[in-house]
């Protein structure tokens, strides 16, 4: 794991090494959560699909690899950095963006540890 202090946050850079392998099944298990559920977020400034408040992907099979190797990154991050609180709500979502999407700047208010796992960038 290598950590990143930046200003006052350390951030943590991990791979799952399975991505290639999962990542068509993640791509079309996303879109079809966006054609079947409703939109989250509704108090964000961009239009970018998301199921935050809608649906929680980690209530959802699908993304159990993901979810799994998620929350163990989770766990040593916390015991790296000496973070001693249990983890007691785990709250998943998920974000498709478009040509010309961007995401405001923001916090996720209420979390003490935030982790994003991106299925596909260019």
């Known amino acids: 794991m290598q950590l990143?202090?930046?200003?006052?946050?350390?951030?943590?850079?991990?791979?799952?090494?399975?991505?290639?392998?999962i990542e068509?099944?993640?791509?079309?298990?996303?879109?079809e959560i966006k054609k079947n559920k409703e939109k989250g977020g509704h108090n964000w400034g961009s239009e970018v699909f998301n199921t935050c408040g809608t649906y929680n992907v980690f209530n959802d099979k699908n993304f159990n690899?993901?979810?799994?190797f998620l929350l163990e990154k989770v766990k040593e991050f916390s015991k790296t950095i000496g973070y001693e609180n249990k983890i007691k709500d785990i709250t998943g979502w998920i974000n498709i963006y478009s040509k010309?999407?961007?995401?405001?700047?923001?916090?996720?208010q209420g979390s003490d540890i935030s982790a994003i796992y991106y299925i596909k960038t260019p």
């Open 100 to 108: 010309h999407d961007y995401q405001e700047i923001h916090s996720h």
């Open 65 to 68: 690899k993901v979810n799994t």
């Open 4 to 21: 990143i202090n930046l200003f006052p946050v350390p951030i943590a850079l991990v791979e799952l090494t399975e991505h290639p392998h």
């Open 24 to 31: 068509k099944e993640l791509t079309k298990n996303c879109l």
